[in-house]
């Protein structure tokens, strides 16, 4: 029976973990033989949403005032082993007038190449941090690397709400553990 608890302790870009028996996340992952990738590398990622996004994007006018400064969008996703995509979410955002133009593009992502660990692929849960601008009728997108170390509002909130589900993880698990004696 796993635990279930998500522990980030080598935070990279893009965040793993193992998916519980009731489909949550689980533990993080970061000993990969073989990360999980898009198909292409980073720079592709990254044109892949920026070639979508834009024609998806609401008025340039409603845009002017609000993204010359950088926005954030975590991007989530349950990937099996085989690397198919299910269950996308967005799970923050800064600028909600642009989550619709993220969400039509990411609906259209394809599948990845899967993680594998001790030689098999592994099924798992992946957060994607994308940081963009619009400035001059250009979208500038960029793979955020700190986006669980931010000590803005938003990254305080992205860590309550994990610090929450460990709390909630924790207690199911010693639910269970009492259950059984």
Not at 78 to 90: K, P, Y
Not at 92 to 104: E, I, R, V
Not at 118 to 125: A, F, P, T
Not at 144 to 156: A, H, T, V
Request: hydrophobic share 45%.
């Amino acid at each position: 029976m796993p635990l279930l608890c998500l522990l980030i302790l080598n935070i990279n870009a893009q965040v793993f973990t193992s998916v519980t028996e009731d489909g949550g996340p689980g533990m993080g992952i970061d000993d990969f033989e073989v990360e999980p990738i898009f198909p292409g590398n980073d720079p592709d990622l990254l044109y892949f949403f920026q070639t979508r996004v834009f024609p998806y994007m609401p008025a340039r006018e409603a845009l002017a005032s609000s993204t010359n400064q950088e926005q954030l969008i975590v991007l989530s996703f349950r990937m099996d082993t085989l690397g198919h995509i299910s269950n996308r979410n967005i799970e923050y955002s800064t600028f909600l007038l642009m989550d619709n133009a993220f969400l039509q593009a990411f609906l259209n992502m394809p599948d990845w190449k899967p993680g594998i660990i001790d030689g098999k692929k592994i099924e798992m849960q992946v957060y994607l941090p994308i940081a963009y601008t619009y400035i001059n009728n250009e979208l500038n997108l960029r793979i955020e690397d700190d986006w669980l170390r931010e000590e803005s509002e938003e990254g305080r909130w992205l860590r309550y709400t994990l610090a929450g589900m460990i709390v909630v993880a924790i207690a199911a698990w010693g639910y269970m553990l009492l259950q059984k004696l």
